[in-house]
């Protein structure tokens, strides 16, 4: 064997889903927010919990090995505390909670996954369509309580690439913004709250628009806010001077992308600009392994959906006529694309 080589890469890469399955365990089970309380010991964390004496102490003992929980003292009067980061990401009434697209993945993408083999075989989604038949969108769309899930999956991970456009970007010169697929409003309500010069409309399905107008009501901005409902590929794209596309343009096929690309063109008004929220792979395609990974993600809930790079964007946006792009980095993996039509 060669002493210089090291199989410890390989081996937590290959095993990393017993990390992964452990915390979004934790994040199912409540774990953070009873621990935002306060400190608890093995046995109290047991009992509320409901779990067997046999998941004790090793459970815990794993978060705190990998980083998601505190201890101090050992043995059975032993007390474990949240992190700085879980006590403000994971407790469920911490206004930084993103345990959503966690509480998503553990309830469905985790055991989608293992057919990620299939899928770079046959270029067969292997998510609820593998099933039943019926496309994502619309068997999700079916289940309020799982629409309601998704969408708080999406917003946990997007606020903090939301809220970065709104300080980064500059949104002075522009009076009106639409953003298409809006979801929760998320994205609206955020560069409003930032910008209040502007009026933003949120759009998404007819199911998801009541789901909006409370979390615009919640935040007090149905003044400056308003939602829509839209089929995006049926309906024409509301007139604005910027349309936004939050985690959107990821989720279809090249002609579908055009065709979002060329609708937004087409609504916007001359020096009017197209903003693009996704996890943009590198152009080398070697970093962003997030990126990266999300493309694959695609594979299995779309099959032929993919992420793309700030060229890609650059050559589309070209293609439908706008004049120029730029990109803004956001929060790790993410960026904004920006397609700007010419004044």
């Given at each position: 064997?060669?002493?210089?080589?090291?199989?410890e890469?390989?081996l937590q890469?290959g095993?990393?889903f017993?990390?992964?399955?452990a915390?979004?365990s934790?994040v199912e089970l409540g774990v953070?927010?009873?621990?935002?309380?306060g400190?608890?010991t093995?046995?109290?964390?047991?009992r509320?919990?409901?779990?067997h004496?046999?998941?004790m102490?090793?459970f815990?003992d794993?978060?705190l090995?990998?980083?998601?929980v505190?201890r101090?003292?050992s043995?059975?009067l032993?007390?474990?505390?949240?992190?700085a980061?879980?006590?403000?990401?994971?407790?469920?009434?911490?206004?930084?909670?993103?345990?959503g697209?966690?509480?998503m993945?553990?309830?469905?993408?985790y055991?989608?996954w293992a057919?990620l083999?299939?899928?770079?075989?046959?270029?067969?989604?292997?998510?609820?369509?593998?099933h039943?038949?019926?496309?994502?969108f619309?068997k999700?769309?079916?289940?309020?309580?799982?629409?309601e899930?998704f969408?708080?999956?999406m917003?946990?991970i997007?606020?903090g690439?939301f809220?970065?456009?709104?300080d980064?970007?500059?949104?002075?010169?522009?009076r009106?913004?639409?953003d298409?697929?809006?979801?929760?409003g998320?994205?609206?309500?955020l560069?409003?709250?930032?910008h209040?010069?502007?009026?933003?409309?949120t759009?998404?399905l007819?199911?998801v628009?009541?789901?909006?107008?409370r979390?615009?009501?919640?935040?007090?901005?149905?003044?400056c806010?308003?939602?829509?409902?839209?089929d995006f590929f049926?309906d024409?794209f509301?007139?604005?001077d910027?349309?936004t596309?939050?985690m959107i343009?990821?989720d279809w096929?090249?002609?579908?992308?055009?065709?979002?690309?060329?609708?937004a063109?087409?609504?916007?008004?001359p020096?009017g600009?197209?903003?693009?929220v996704?996890?943009?792979?590198?152009?080398?395609r070697?970093h962003n392994?997030?990126?990266?990974?999300m493309s694959?993600?695609?594979?299995?809930?779309?099959?032929d959906?993919?992420?793309?790079?700030?060229a890609?964007f650059?050559?589309?946006?070209?293609?439908v006529g706008?004049q120029r792009?730029?990109?803004?980095p956001?929060?790790g993996?993410?960026?904004?694309?920006?397609?700007y039509?010419?004044?």
């Amino acid at each position: 064997m060669n002493a210089s080589l090291s199989p410890e890469h390989i081996l937590q890469t290959g095993m990393a889903f017993w990390g992964s399955k452990a915390l979004l365990s934790a994040v199912e089970l409540g774990v953070f927010t009873l621990l935002a309380e306060g400190p608890h010991t093995a046995e109290q964390l047991r009992r509320r919990l409901g779990l067997h004496p046999r998941a004790m102490p090793d459970f815990l003992d794993t978060l705190l090995a990998l980083g998601f929980v505190q201890r101090e003292g050992s043995g059975e009067l032993a007390a474990y505390s949240n992190t700085a980061e879980t006590q403000f990401f994971l407790d469920r009434a911490s206004p930084g909670y993103i345990g959503g697209v966690l509480e998503m993945a553990n309830a469905r993408l985790y055991p989608f996954w293992a057919g990620l083999t299939e899928a770079l075989r046959t270029g067969q989604p292997q998510n609820e369509i593998k099933h039943s038949g019926e496309p994502m969108f619309a068997k999700l769309y079916e289940d309020p309580a799982r629409l309601e899930q998704f969408m708080a999956a999406m917003s946990g991970i997007s606020a903090g690439n939301f809220t970065l456009l709104a300080d980064k970007f500059d949104f002075g010169p522009y009076r009106t913004l639409a953003d298409i697929g809006g979801a929760t409003g998320q994205l609206a309500c955020l560069v409003a709250a930032r910008h209040p010069h502007l009026r933003c409309t949120t759009l998404d399905l007819p199911q998801v628009t009541a789901i909006a107008e409370r979390h615009i009501e919640r935040r007090g901005l149905a003044g400056c806010v308003q939602a829509r409902p839209i089929d995006f590929f049926s309906d024409d794209f509301p007139q604005a001077d910027v349309i936004t596309m939050g985690m959107i343009l990821h989720d279809w096929n090249l002609e579908k992308k055009l065709q979002l690309m060329r609708k937004a063109y087409d609504a916007l008004p001359p020096g009017g600009c197209l903003i693009a929220v996704d996890n943009l792979i590198d152009d080398d395609r070697r970093h962003n392994a997030f990126g990266l990974l999300m493309s694959l993600n695609m594979l299995i809930e779309f099959g032929d959906a993919f992420d793309y790079t700030g060229a890609d964007f650059d050559r589309w946006a070209r293609e439908v006529g706008f004049q120029r792009t730029e990109l803004i980095p956001l929060v790790g993996p993410g960026s904004a694309a920006v397609a700007y039509k010419q004044a």
